[in-house]
């Protein structure tokens, strides 16, 4: 189903309003007055709080299990990994293209900023592919389904997830088998067995599983998981090796957050390079 102008546009809107308001929740620098940054007079305020009442009132477990079943068959769309970027750069906003930036300009200011750390070559890749899961949005899935904080389902919601009073429209919320706080999980069982919200994370994360090291994996599977890596909210759940883990998702974190910069990228002159780790670590298409 390819969606209309209107609908990338609004896709697009959507993402953006998200990420400023991650960026005012945890900002770089910690601002003095508490009220300074959270403006809820702010209209695109007012966006990203309708999007969270949607997204906490609909991610029930067995939403989360019926998508999971739905899209990891991965046999939708095939695509090298250029494909995918300019597919998905498709939701860009063209009417003012000198205030956005385009989705391949964060996936590269990301992993820029990543290279220019002299971090190792499979934490650029990472770095660059992150965001591409958002090609659900083109695929039709509502927004609430595809960006957002993830957090996990089939336990009780922790408080420290944003807007959490939404959550009382959650069905899941009044359901003895998932309102505990372990919910239908074990002690420490692992995050690799806890079910997350449904979106770009969890799907980039079954797309790239057979590619990159583990470390990359955890970067993408759980950088919108803002309720563990910046709350630390469900340890209870996490093994020793997540923990071990989530020092990676950590570091990524902050070129996800505070890359973004006016200054644009020159997307064809990063091309080849990009094409070339690409060629080391994954296959030549990939199947979404
Ligand atoms: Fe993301
Ligand atoms: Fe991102």
Redesign the pocket.
Known sequence: MELSKQEKKKAHDLIEEWEDDVLRRYPEEPVKEKSEFRNYDDPARDTVKEFYRTNHQYQTYDFVLQKEKEFLSLDRKQMTLWEAVEYLNTMVDDSDPDIDLDQTQHLLQTSEAIRADGHPDWFILTGFL??LG?VLCLFGEPQWAV?GDTFPVGCAFSDKIVYPGFFNDNPDTKNARFNTRLGVYKEHCGLDNVHMSWG??EYIYHIMKDHLPEEGLYMLRY??FYAQHRERAYDHLMSRHDHEMFRWVDKFNPY?LYTKAPVKPDVQALRPYYEDLAAKFLPDTLTF
Do not use: M, N
């Open positions: 992150h965001d958002k960006v770009h994370d950088h919108s996800d």
